[in-house]
């Protein structure tokens, strides 16, 4: 029986700490032999938001022992690599290049290729490495710190059709948690909260739902939140529970309305390639959103395209999608030497307009 391809991954671009073994047998059937995720939520959240210097610390002290425990989970060694794959951006400079010189020292030490992955497109090829998906497909990275459509056309080639100018998703929905009073993060309690509520309660903007294109914005809708927020409590002296829940199911509807009408738009560029089979991939924190599931859900059906979303492990970040990626550039030829360098940003689509700013999570790139 010939060796499976293994590749070991390396993830340290925001707040999680990562390493993953990914293999790929004789027969083309790939596995995750193990994925660590060392989160650093506890170190941050007297903050509000990632602290880069103190990510990059908690990365540079844990990134070897995410390796160790990623080796002995998958019952392999160093010597049973194929090539150490590792995110060397975008993201918090510092932690990725704690990641960087971790894959630097091993492939030196090993004698292994070593092979530079964009964390986006870690993110961006996980539906090949979960369902196998054929390319082109389209996806929708909707998360805390990204939210961008891309056309994948290989694991070197990816169309941007457009992202977030300002804030990405996931960042509102905490926000909006955070001014109502709801536990972080806040997804989830809005989510809840939304369940019991009346979304026609509060009229909340769509902001660039009805420009060409599929760039959105969300920081207008948490600054009307605010407003609305403010009205009821100058009104009444304070929140009741069911203002509370209006005020969520609103905000998750507006956040809905524009990710279906931007789908809308993402998926008919994307059937202009007459894809042969085609297929529409969701995929980060927010993608466990019921209600915007169902949303883009229907919007899949009514063009005829299939439907795929990454169980949430790997739809969060992780090292196997970083792995994964690093096997498909194996596979290409590609690989990189010792002047391999850390970038805060890094567009996977270089003809792409540039994005601003930077999210709470990290560079959007
Ligand atoms: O992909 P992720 O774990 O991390 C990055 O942002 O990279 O996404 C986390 C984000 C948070 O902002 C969280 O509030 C949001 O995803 N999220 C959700 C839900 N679960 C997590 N947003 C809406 N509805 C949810 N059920
Ligand atoms: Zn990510």
């Not at 290729?113 to 964390?119: E, M, S």
């Not at 299939?306 to 792995?323: E, K, Q, R, S, V």
Request: proline fraction near 5%; hydrophobic fraction near 45%; charge should be neutral.
């Amino acid at each position: 029986m010939t060796r499976p391809l293994t590749i070991l991954g390396i993830e340290s671009s925001c707040d999680d700490t990562a390493a993953a073994v990914v293999t790929r047998d004789s027969s083309g059937q790939v596995r995750i032999a193990s994925s660590v995720v060392i989160g650093q939520t506890g170190l941050h959240s007297a903050y509000g938001g990632v602290v880069p210097e103190i990510a990059a610390r908690a990365h540079a002290e844990r990134v070897d022992i995410c390796v160790k425990q990623a080796l002995t989970q998958a019952n392999t060694a160093l010597s049973d690599m194929d090539a150490i794959a590792v995110t060397a951006g975008p993201g918090l400079i510092g932690g990725v290049v704690s990641g960087v010189m971790c894959a630097k020292g091993i492939a030196a030490g090993a004698g292994l290729p070593l092979i530079g992955v964009n964390h986006l497109a870690g993110h961006a090829l996980t539906p090949r490495l979960t369902d196998n998906v054929a390319y082109p497909y389209l996806m929708l990275l909707v998360s805390g710190g990204h939210c961008q459509f891309l056309i994948a056309r290989s694991a070197t080639n990816f169309i941007r059709l457009g992202g977030t100018i300002d804030d990405a998703p996931g960042e509102a929905f905490d926000k909006t948690a955070r001014i109502l009073g709801l536990p972080q993060p806040g997804g989830p309690s809005v989510e809840q909260a939304a369940s019991t509520g009346d979304a026609k309660r509060f009229a909340l903007p769509r902001p660039l739902l009805d420009k060409p294109g599929c760039d959105m914005s969300f920081s207008g809708l948490k600054t009307a939140m605010l407003r609305a927020r403010d009205g009821i409590v100058a009104e009444k002296g304070g929140l009741g529970r069911q203002d509370r829940a209006d005020l969520c199911a609103g905000f998750q509807t507006a956040v809905a309305d524009v990710l279906a009408g931007k789908s809308r738009r993402a998926m008919a560029l994307y059937l202009g390639m007459t894809p042969a089979i085609p297929t529409f991939a969701v995929a980060g924190g927010v993608a466990a959103n019921t209600a915007i599931r169902a949303v883009l859900e229907t919007v899949c059906r009514e063009n005829g395209v299939a439907f795929t979303a990454p169980p949430l492990a790997l739809c969060t970040d992780n090292a196997a999608m970083i792995a994964y990626a690093g096997l498909e550039r194996f596979d290409a030829g590609l690989s990189d030497d010792m002047t391999l360098s850390a970038r805060p940003r890094w567009p996977l689509d270089s003809s792409a307009t540039p994005m601003l700013g930077s999210g709470k999570k990290g560079a959007k790139a």
